[in-house]
C-alpha cells in the first residue's frame, strides 16, 4: 500500500479547466487519507510542471503519483520518465484521462464532466495506493537472424546486418536468387539490369563470411520466441553434386536429351523449359537444378553428365536466431479469363510478360507471328478495382508500363503507344520518365473506373476503347497489335510460412505492420519483421530502403545479447492452477505453455510472448492468472471508488 | 467513335509544331488565354485533338482562327508544350486543307517548293522583259494590266473557291443548320473583322500590336487601290502621288518592325518563324519598299535609264501575287474575318435551336 501520494490535476491550457472545476478536484482528491499532496496544473507536460513533480517526489518523499490530464496514449511514457527521474519506480505512476473522457465528452454539462472526473480520480488514487514498482523483463538473445527470401530485399538486408556483425540465414524458397528482379531487363530508373543487381549483391554476399545462404528451402517449423527462436529448415535437393563445375556444353546436351517439357514460370509461359534448368548464364548459384515436380526421372541426363545425382534427399537444418525477417517479396497480379479479353482474345499479355518478350526478341517485336506496331497499355488491371478485393495502388505499375514503352520506342523502328490510363502516377522523379514518353509522342488517355476500358475483337482486329475524359468524355479507339495488361503486385503464396509464423494479414493480403508510420517494419509477433514487397506494393528502391530500415531495427532489437520487456504481462498462480488448457486455447500469442509443477501439470507464461493483453484472465475457471500493473485487487478498489 | 491517329502528329510538325505532345492536360493555357470562353475554349482541346489525330474535328473547328496568338498560354504551360505556336500551326495546316489545289500544303512542307517557285516567278518576268526588249513603257503597262488581271484570277479560281471549302467544313459537313437570313445578318460583322481585326484587342497586351497590324492592313489594301485604280506609276495628280508615298511608307515601316521582331525573338509571337512567316513580312516590306523607290524613281526621272529597279518591284509583285497571296499566308486576312462570319452563323444556332 502506498501511504504518499501526490496528485495534480492538469488545467491542459482551458481544455480541461473550462469544463471540469480543476479547483473542486483537487480539494476532494486532497481529503484522502493518503494523498499528501494535491495541486493543479496549467500543463502539467510543461517541462517547468514536470521539473515541479519531480522536486515534489524528493521532497515530500512521495510514493506513487497521479496526473489527471489526457489520454495516457499522449503521456504516459512521459510522466513515467518524471517519475523515474526522481527515482520513483515509472509504475507507481497513475494516469487519469479527465481530458477526453470528461471535459470534451461532457462539454454541455460542466457540473456533471467534474463530478465525474472526481470519480476517476478517486479511483486513480486506489489504483497507485495499490501500485507496484516493476522491473521490466529482461531475455537473452542470440545474435542472429533469419532473413526468408533472397530477392534484392532479402540479399540487401542479409549483407547490412551481417556487416553490423549479426549471423545471417539467408533461405530462397526457388534454386536461384534474385527474385523478380532477376528476371527485368532495364529497370526505371537508372536503366540497369535486374541481373546487374542481383549479381553485384550475390557477390557481395559470397564475400561475406557471416552470410549463410540455402536455395531451395523452406521454414518448416518454428518454436521459441523473441531471442530465442528454433527453426527447423527444410532443403530440398537441388539433385546437381554442389562441387559440379558447370559445362556449359553439357549442360545444354542435358537440357537437350531431356524429354520433359512445361510452360517457363520465369518468362510467364511465353516459353517452354525443361526439367533440368537454369534461367540464364550468369544465375547464381551457377550450379543449374532439376524441377524435381516435373522431372519424370528417367535418368537421360545422368548418362551425360555424372554430377547430376537424382537420388539425393531433402535435408533438414536446424538453427537458433534471435529474430526471423521476412523479404518474401511480391508476385504479378494473374488476370481472370477474360479479364480485358485476357486468355480470350489471343495478342493480349501483361506487363510482365511484356517484359520477357522484349528479352526475347532482339530485333524486332514479334508475337505471335505478328510484327507489332501499335501496342495499347491498359492500367491498374488487379489494382484500384471497384468490384474485385484489391483496392490498392500497386505504385510502381505506371512508371514500370511508361519506362517499358521508351525502351520499346528506342529498341524498336514505328512503335505507337497507346496508354489507358486511370490517371498516371509517376510520382517523384519518376515524373521525369512521363514526361519523356509525353514528349516521343506515347498517348496518354483517361477514364474513370465507372467507365473501364473495353477490349474486343472486330473483324480478327483487337480493338481497344475508351471513353476519354481528357477529351471530353470523347469515345475513342485504336487498333492494337498487342494489348498490354499492366498489371499490379500481389503479395505471394506463402502459406507455410503463414501458419507457421502467424504474421497478420492485412485485407489486402500483404503482411500488416503494427504501425505504418511509427513501426512500418515489425509485426506484433516480437521478433518477426517484414520488409519489401511482402508488406505492400514497392518498387526496388523502396524495398531496399524498407530491407535497411528492417535490418537496423533488427540489429537494435537482438545484438544486445539481451531484450527488455514490459513487465505488465499475466502472471499464472501455480499452486492454484490445475491445468486445463482454456487459457493456452484463447492465448493469439501461443505464450501460454504446459509445465510439470511440484508433481502436477500447471500453466505458465511465455514471457518473451505474452503481450499482456488480458484474454486469459476471465477464462481460467480457479482465477489463478493475474495481470501485472491491473491486478484484481486495483481493479477491484478502483471500482469501489467508481461506485462509491 | 473516333480513331486515334498518332501520324497526325508527325504531320503536324511540318507545320511547324513542337513538343506539343508533351501536354498533360492541366488546362493551364485554357484557364489564362484572354479570348477563349465558356462556349468556345481553347486551346487545350486543340492540343488534345492534335496529338489524337482528330483531324475531322479540328477541320470543324473555327479555333485556330479565334486565337489571335498573344503568347500567354506558351509562357505558362508547366511542360513548355508551346500552345501558342501549336494554334498558329494548326492555321498553317487549316491553310493546307482549305486550299482545294493543294499547293499550300505542299509549300509549307517543303521549302525547296518554295524557294522554286520563286524562281520560276522570276525567270518568267525576265523572260518577258528580253521578249519585250527591256521597253519601261510596255512593261509597265502589262505590270498594270497584271495587277488587275492577278486579283481576279487569284480571287475566283483560288481564294473564293477555297472559302466555300471553309464554309463546307464548318457548316455544311457537321450539318450545322443556318437560316439564310442569318448569312444577310453576318455580313456586317465580317466587314467589321476583316478591316478592323478588333478581336486582337481582347488579347493581353495586345494594343500595339494591333495597332501596327491595322494601319499596315489599310495602308496594304489603300495602296492597292491606290496603283490599280488611281494608277499611281502614270499619275501626276499630287494628291495621288503623296498618299502612294504615305502608303507603301507605311508598309515597309511597319513590316521592317515585324521583320525585326521576328529577328529579336523576345516576343512569344515572333518566337517561332516558319519559311511562310519570313516570306510573307519580308515580301510585304520588299513590296512597300521597291514601290516607294520606284515612285521615286519616276518622279526624278531616273526610272527610264534604271528598269531593272521596275523588274525587281515587278518580279517581287509577281511573286506575291501567284504565291503568298494564293498560297501562303495572305490567306489569313480572309480566313480570319470569315471564321467571325461563321462563328457567328453557329451562335446564332445556339442562341434560337
Same mark, same amino acid.
Given at each position: 500500500?502506498?501511504?504518499?501520494?501526490?496528485?495534480?490535476?492538469?488545467?491542459?491550457?482551458?481544455?480541461?479547466?473550462?469544463?471540469?472545476?480543476?479547483?473542486?478536484?483537487?480539494?476532494?482528491?486532497?481529503?484522502?487519507?493518503?494523498?499528501?499532496?494535491?495541486?493543479?496544473?496549467?500543463?502539467?507536460?510543461?517541462?517547468?510542471?514536470?521539473?515541479?513533480?519531480?522536486?515534489?517526489?524528493?521532497?515530500?518523499?512521495?510514493?506513487?503519483?497521479?496526473?489527471?490530464?489526457?489520454?495516457? +496514449?499522449?503521456?504516459?511514457?512521459?510522466?513515467?520518465?518524471?517519475?523515474?527521474?526522481?527515482?520513483?519506480?515509472?509504475?507507481?505512476?497513475?494516469?487519469?484521462?479527465?481530458?477526453?473522457?470528461?471535459?470534451?465528452?461532457?462539454?454541455?454539462?460542466?457540473?456533471?464532466?467534474?463530478?465525474?472526473?472526481? %470519480? *476517476?480520480? *478517486?479511483?486513480?488514487?486506489?489504483?497507485?495506493?495499490?501500485?507496484?514498482?516493476?522491473?521490466?523483463?529482461?531475455?537473452?538473445?542470440?545474435?542472429?537472424?533469419?532473413?526468408?527470401?533472397?530477392?534484392?530485399?532479402?540479399?540487401?538486408?542479409?549483407?547490412?546486418?551481417?556487416?553490423?556483425?549479426?549471423?545471417?540465414?539467408?533461405?530462397?524458397?526457388?534454386?536461384?536468387?534474385?527474385?523478380? #528482379?532477376?528476371?527485368?531487363?532495364?529497370?526505371?530508373?537508372?536503366?540497369?539490369?535486374?541481373?546487374?543487381?542481383?549479381?553485384?549483391?550475390?557477390?557481395?554476399?559470397?564475400?561475406?563470411?557471416?552470410?549463410?545462404?540455402?536455395?531451395?528451402?523452406?521454414?518448416?517449423? +518454428?518454436?521459441?520466441?523473441?531471442?530465442?527462436?528454433?527453426?527447423?529448415?527444410?532443403?530440398?535437393?537441388?539433385?546437381?553434386?554442389?562441387?559440379?563445375?558447370?559445362?556449359?556444353?553439357?549442360?545444354?546436351?542435358?537440357?537437350?536429351?531431356?524429354?520433359?517439357?512445361?510452360?517457363?514460370?520465369?518468362?510467364?509461359?511465353?516459353?517452354?523449359?525443361?526439367?533440368?534448368? %537454369?534461367?540464364?548464364?550468369?544465375?547464381?548459384?551457377?550450379?543449374?537444378?532439376?524441377?524435381?515436380?516435373?522431372?519424370?526421372?528417367?535418368?537421360?541426363?545422368?548418362?551425360?553428365?555424372?554430377?547430376?545425382?537424382?537420388?539425393?534427399?531433402?535435408?533438414?537444418?536446424?538453427?537458433?536466431?534471435?529474430?526471423?525477417?521476412?523479404?518474401?517479396?511480391?508476385?504479378?497480379?494473374?488476370?481472370?479469363?477474360?479479364?480485358?479479353?485476357?486468355?480470350?482474345?489471343?495478342?493480349?499479355?501483361?506487363?510482365?510478360?511484356? %517484359?520477357?518478350?522484349?528479352?526475347?526478341?532482339?530485333?524486332?517485336?514479334?508475337?505471335?507471328?505478328?510484327?507489332?506496331?501499335?501496342?495499347?497499355?491498359?492500367?491498374?488491371?488487379?489494382?484500384?478495382?471497384?468490384?474485385?478485393?484489391? +483496392?490498392?495502388?500497386?505504385?510502381?505499375?505506371?512508371?514500370?508500363?511508361?519506362?517499358?514503352?521508351?525502351?520499346?520506342?528506342?529498341?524498336?523502328?514505328?512503335?505507337?503507344?497507346?496508354?489507358?490510363?486511370?490517371?498516371?502516377?509517376?510520382?517523384?522523379?519518376?515524373?521525369?520518365?512521363?514526361?519523356?514518353?509525353?514528349?516521343?509522342?506515347?498517348?496518354?488517355?483517361?477514364?474513370?473506373?465507372?467507365?473501364?476500358?473495353?477490349?474486343?475483337?472486330?473483324?480478327?482486329?483487337?480493338?481497344?476503347?475508351?471513353?476519354?475524359?481528357?477529351?471530353?468524355?470523347?469515345?475513342?479507339?485504336?487498333?492494337?497489335?498487342?494489348?498490354?495488361?499492366?498489371?499490379?503486385?500481389?503479395?505471394?503464396?506463402?502459406?507455410?510460412?503463414?501458419?507457421?509464423?502467424?504474421?497478420?494479414?492485412?485485407?489486402?493480403?500483404?503482411?500488416?505492420?503494427?504501425?505504418?508510420?511509427?513501426?512500418?517494419?515489425?509485426?506484433?509477433?516480437?521478433?518477426?519483421?517484414?520488409?519489401?514487397?511482402?508488406?505492400?506494393?514497392?518498387?526496388?528502391?523502396?524495398?531496399?530502403?524498407?530491407?535497411?530500415?528492417?535490418? #537496423?531495427?533488427?540489429?537494435?532489437?537482438?545484438?544486445?545479447?539481451?531484450?527488455?520487456?514490459?513487465?505488465?504481462? #499475466?502472471?499464472?498462480? +501455480?499452486?492454484?492452477?490445475?491445468?486445463?488448457?482454456?487459457?493456452?486455447?484463447?492465448?493469439?500469442?501461443?505464450?501460454?505453455?504446459?509445465?510439470?509443477?511440484?508433481?502436477?501439470?500447471?500453466?505458465?507464461?511465455?514471457?518473451?510472448?505474452?503481450?499482456?493483453?488480458?484474454?486469459?484472465?476471465?477464462?481460467?475457471?480457479?482465477?489463478?492468472?493475474?495481470?501485472?500493473?491491473?491486478?484484481?485487487?486495483?481493479?477491484?478498489?478502483?471500482?469501489?471508488?467508481?461506485?462509491? | 467513335?473516333?480513331?486515334?491517329?498518332?501520324?497526325?502528329?508527325?504531320?503536324?510538325?511540318?507545320?511547324?509544331?513542337?513538343?506539343?505532345?508533351?501536354?498533360?492536360?492541366?488546362?493551364?493555357?485554357?484557364?489564362?488565354?484572354?479570348?477563349?470562353?465558356?462556349?468556345?475554349?481553347?486551346?487545350?482541346?486543340?492540343?488534345?485533338?492534335?496529338?489524337?489525330?482528330?483531324?475531322?474535328?479540328?477541320?470543324?473547328?473555327?479555333?485556330?482562327?479565334?486565337?489571335?496568338?498573344?503568347?500567354?498560354? &506558351?509562357?505558362?504551360?508547366?511542360?513548355?508544350?508551346?500552345?501558342?505556336?501549336?494554334?498558329?500551326?494548326?492555321?498553317?495546316?487549316?491553310?493546307?486543307?482549305?486550299?482545294?489545289?493543294?499547293?499550300?500544303?505542299?509549300?509549307?512542307?517543303?521549302?525547296?517548293?518554295?524557294?522554286?517557285?520563286?524562281?520560276?516567278?522570276?525567270?518568267?518576268?525576265?523572260?518577258?522583259?528580253?521578249?519585250?526588249?527591256?521597253?519601261?513603257?510596255?512593261?509597265?503597262?502589262?505590270?498594270?494590266?497584271?495587277?488587275?488581271?492577278?486579283?481576279?484570277?487569284?480571287?475566283?479560281?483560288?481564294?473564293?473557291?477555297?472559302?466555300?471549302?471553309?464554309?463546307?467544313?464548318?457548316?455544311?459537313?457537321?450539318?450545322?443548320?443556318?437560316?439564310?437570313?442569318?448569312?444577310?445578318?453576318?455580313?456586317?460583322?465580317?466587314?467589321?473583322?476583316?478591316?478592323?481585326?478588333?478581336?486582337?484587342?481582347?488579347?493581353?497586351?495586345?494594343?500595339?500590336?494591333?495597332?501596327?497590324?491595322?494601319?499596315?492592313?489599310?495602308?496594304?489594301?489603300?495602296?492597292?487601290?491606290?496603283?490599280?485604280?488611281?494608277?499611281?506609276?502614270?499619275?501626276?495628280?499630287?494628291?495621288?502621288?503623296?498618299?502612294?508615298?504615305?502608303?507603301?511608307?507605311?508598309?515597309?515601316?511597319?513590316?521592317?518592325?515585324?521583320?525585326?521582331?521576328?529577328?529579336?525573338?523576345?516576343?512569344?509571337?515572333?518566337?517561332?518563324?516558319?519559311?511562310?512567316?519570313?516570306?510573307?513580312?519580308?515580301?510585304?516590306?520588299?513590296?512597300?519598299?521597291?514601290?516607294?523607290?520606284?515612285?521615286?524613281?519616276?518622279?526624278?526621272?531616273?526610272?527610264?535609264?534604271?528598269?531593272?529597279?521596275?523588274?525587281?518591284?515587278?518580279?517581287?509583285?509577281?511573286?506575291?501575287?501567284?504565291?503568298?497571296?494564293?498560297?501562303?499566308?495572305?490567306?489569313?486576312?480572309?480566313?480570319?474575318?470569315?471564321?467571325?462570319?461563321?462563328?457567328?452563323?453557329?451562335?446564332?444556332?445556339?442562341? &434560337?435551336?
Amino acid at each position: 500500500m502506498k501511504k504518499r501520494i501526490g496528485v495534480y490535476i492538469c488545467h491542459c491550457g482551458s481544455n480541461i479547466s473550462d469544463y471540469v472545476d480543476v479547483e473542486k478536484v483537487k480539494e476532494i482528491a486532497g481529503k484522502e487519507n493518503e494523498v499528501v499532496l494535491s495541486k493543479t496544473t496549467m500543463f502539467a507536460c510543461a517541462d517547468s510542471a514536470q521539473n515541479e513533480i519531480v522536486e515534489d517526489i524528493k521532497e515530500q518523499n512521495l510514493d506513487a503519483i497521479v496526473v489527471a490530464s489526457c489520454s495516457p +496514449k499522449l503521456h504516459l511514457f512521459t510522466f513515467r520518465n518524471v517519475a523515474q527521474r526522481a527515482g520513483l519506480n515509472p509504475y507507481n505512476y497513475i494516469q487519469v484521462n479527465v481530458r477526453e473522457q470528461c471535459s470534451w465528452a461532457h462539454s454541455d454539462n460542466p457540473p456533471k464532466a467534474t463530478e465525474k472526473a472526481i %470519480k *476517476l480520480v *478517486l479511483a486513480g488514487i486506489e489504483r497507485a495506493k495499490h501500485s507496484q514498482a516493476l522491473t521490466p523483463i529482461s531475455i537473452p538473445s542470440n545474435n542472429a537472424v533469419l532473413v526468408v527470401g533472397a530477392g534484392i530485399a532479402g540479399m540487401r538486408a542479409a549483407i547490412e546486418l551481417a556487416e553490423m556483425g549479426t549471423e545471417v540465414f539467408l533461405i530462397e524458397r526457388e534454386y536461384f536468387v534474385g527474385g523478380r #528482379a532477376s528476371q527485368w531487363n532495364e529497370l526505371f530508373t537508372t536503366n540497369e539490369t535486374g541481373r546487374e543487381v542481383v549479381s553485384r549483391l550475390y557477390n557481395k554476399i559470397i564475400k561475406t563470411n557471416n552470410i549463410t545462404l540455402f536455395t531451395g528451402a523452406d521454414i518448416d517449423s +518454428k518454436s521459441g520466441s523473441v531471442g530465442d527462436f528454433d527453426i527447423k529448415i527444410k532443403i530440398e535437393p537441388r539433385y546437381v553434386k554442389s562441387g559440379c563445375k558447370l559445362d556449359w556444353a553439357k549442360f545444354k546436351k542435358a537440357v537437350e536429351i531431356c524429354p520433359v517439357e512445361f510452360d517457363d514460370p520465369f518468362n510467364f509461359g511465353l516459353t517452354k523449359q525443361k526439367a533440368i534448368y %537454369k534461367n540464364y548464364p550468369s544465375e547464381f548459384p551457377e550450379i543449374p537444378a532439376i524441377d524435381f515436380e516435373h522431372c519424370n526421372k528417367c535418368g537421360e541426363c545422368v548418362k551425360i553428365c555424372s554430377d547430376i545425382d537424382l537420388e539425393q534427399k531433402e535435408e533438414i537444418l536446424n538453427i537458433n536466431v534471435g529474430a526471423v525477417l521476412l523479404t518474401t517479396g511480391a508476385s504479378p497480379y494473374e488476370p481472370e479469363k477474360g479479364e480485358f479479353g485476357y486468355k480470350e482474345i489471343d495478342n493480349i499479355i501483361t506487363l510482365q510478360q511484356l %517484359k520477357r518478350l522484349i528479352e526475347l526478341r532482339e530485333d524486332e517485336l514479334i508475337y505471335h507471328g505478328n510484327k507489332i506496331k501499335n501496342i495499347a497499355y491498359i492500367y491498374c488491371v488487379g489494382s484500384r478495382q471497384v468490384d474485385g478485393e484489391n +483496392k490498392y495502388c500497386s505504385r510502381y505499375c505506371c512508371t514500370s508500363a511508361i519506362h517499358t514503352a521508351i525502351m520499346l520506342k528506342e529498341k524498336y523502328k514505328g512503335i505507337n503507344n497507346f496508354h489507358f490510363t486511370r490517371g498516371i502516377r509517376t510520382y517523384g522523379k519518376q515524373e521525369i520518365l512521363y514526361n519523356k514518353a509525353s514528349k516521343q509522342g506515347d498517348i496518354f488517355l483517361q477514364s474513370f473506373e465507372d467507365s473501364p476500358t473495353e477490349v474486343y475483337n472486330e473483324k480478327g482486329q483487337t480493338v481497344v476503347k475508351i471513353k476519354d475524359i481528357l477529351t471530353a468524355d470523347k469515345e475513342l479507339e485504336v487498333n492494337a497489335d498487342l494489348v498490354v495488361l499492366v498489371t499490379g503486385m500481389v503479395p505471394r503464396e506463402n502459406n507455410s510460412i503463414n501458419n507457421i509464423l502467424k504474421v497478420p494479414i492485412g485485407r489486402d493480403k500483404f503482411y500488416n505492420e503494427i504501425h505504418p508510420k511509427l513501426r512500418p517494419v515489425e509485426t506484433v509477433i516480437d521478433g518477426v519483421l517484414i520488409a519489401g514487397a511482402c508488406q505492400a506494393p514497392l518498387n526496388i528502391t523502396e524495398s531496399v530502403k524498407s530491407s535497411l530500415s528492417a535490418a #537496423a531495427k533488427v540489429n537494435s532489437l537482438i545484438s544486445k545479447g539481451e531484450i527488455e520487456l514490459e513487465p505488465t504481462l #499475466a502472471q499464472i498462480d +501455480k499452486l492454484s492452477c490445475n491445468w486445463c488448457d482454456k487459457c493456452t486455447a484463447v492465448c493469439p500469442y501461443d505464450a501460454i505453455v504446459k509445465k510439470e509443477y511440484d508433481g502436477k501439470t500447471v500453466a505458465v507464461v511465455n514471457e518473451a510472448n505474452c503481450k499482456g493483453c488480458g484474454i486469459c484472465l476471465p477464462v481460467c475457471p480457479s482465477n489463478s492468472i493475474q495481470l501485472i500493473g491491473y491486478t484484481d485487487v486495483e481493479i477491484e478498489s478502483m471500482i469501489d471508488a467508481l461506485i462509491d | 467513335m473516333a480513331q486515334i491517329n498518332p501520324d497526325f502528329a508527325t504531320e503536324l510538325k511540318e507545320y511547324g509544331a513542337f513538343d506539343f505532345n508533351a501536354c498533360y492536360n492541366c488546362g493551364t493555357c485554357t484557364a489564362v488565354c484572354s479570348l477563349s470562353t465558356e462556349e468556345n475554349s481553347f486551346p487545350r482541346d486543340m492540343i488534345r485533338y492534335s496529338i489524337l489525330g482528330l483531324e475531322n474535328d479540328i477541320k470543324s473547328s473555327l479555333k485556330p482562327w479565334l486565337c489571335y496568338y498573344c503568347g500567354e498560354c &506558351s509562357e505558362t504551360c508547366p511542360r513548355q508544350a508551346n500552345p501558342g505556336e501549336l494554334m498558329m500551326s494548326l492555321r498553317r495546316w487549316l491553310t493546307a486543307k482549305y486550299d482545294w489545289t493543294g499547293l499550300s500544303g505542299l509549300l509549307y512542307k517543303f521549302l525547296q517548293l518554295s524557294i522554286i517557285a520563286f524562281i520560276l516567278t522570276a525567270i518568267g518576268v525576265i523572260v518577258f522583259s528580253i521578249y519585250e526588249n527591256f521597253k519601261l513603257e510596255t512593261i509597265m503597262h502589262y505590270g498594270h494590266l497584271f495587277e488587275m488581271l492577278a486579283i481576279g484570277a487569284v480571287f475566283s479560281l483560288i481564294l473564293i473557291p477555297n472559302i466555300i471549302r471553309m464554309w463546307w467544313f464548318i457548316i455544311l459537313k457537321p450539318k450545322v443548320k443556318v437560316p439564310i437570313v442569318s448569312y444577310f445578318k453576318g455580313i456586317w460583322d465580317l466587314i467589321v473583322h476583316m478591316f478592323t481585326q478588333k478581336r486582337t484587342l481582347g488579347c493581353d497586351d495586345n494594343q500595339f500590336r494591333w495597332f501596327e497590324h491595322f494601319i499596315l492592313v489599310g495602308g496594304y489594301l489603300a495602296l492597292l487601290f491606290t496603283t490599280i485604280v488611281l494608277d499611281w506609276f502614270g499619275t501626276e495628280n499630287l494628291f495621288i502621288i503623296v498618299l502612294g508615298y504615305v502608303e507603301s511608307g507605311i508598309i515597309f515601316i511597319v513590316t521592317f518592325d515585324f521583320v525585326l521582331s521576328r529577328m529579336k525573338k523576345k516576343k512569344e509571337i515572333s518566337k517561332f518563324s516558319q519559311p511562310s512567316d519570313w516570306f510573307f513580312v519580308i515580301w510585304l516590306f520588299l513590296l512597300g519598299f521597291t514601290a516607294f523607290i520606284v515612285r521615286i524613281f519616276i518622279d526624278t526621272s531616273l526610272l527610264e535609264n534604271n528598269i531593272w529597279i521596275y523588274l525587281f518591284h515587278l518580279i517581287i509583285l509577281v511573286q506575291w501575287a501567284l504565291i503568298i497571296v494564293p498560297f501562303g499566308k495572305w490567306t489569313h486576312f480572309l480566313y480570319r474575318s470569315f471564321a467571325m462570319y461563321f462563328e457567328k452563323l453557329q451562335k446564332d444556332i445556339k442562341i &434560337s435551336p
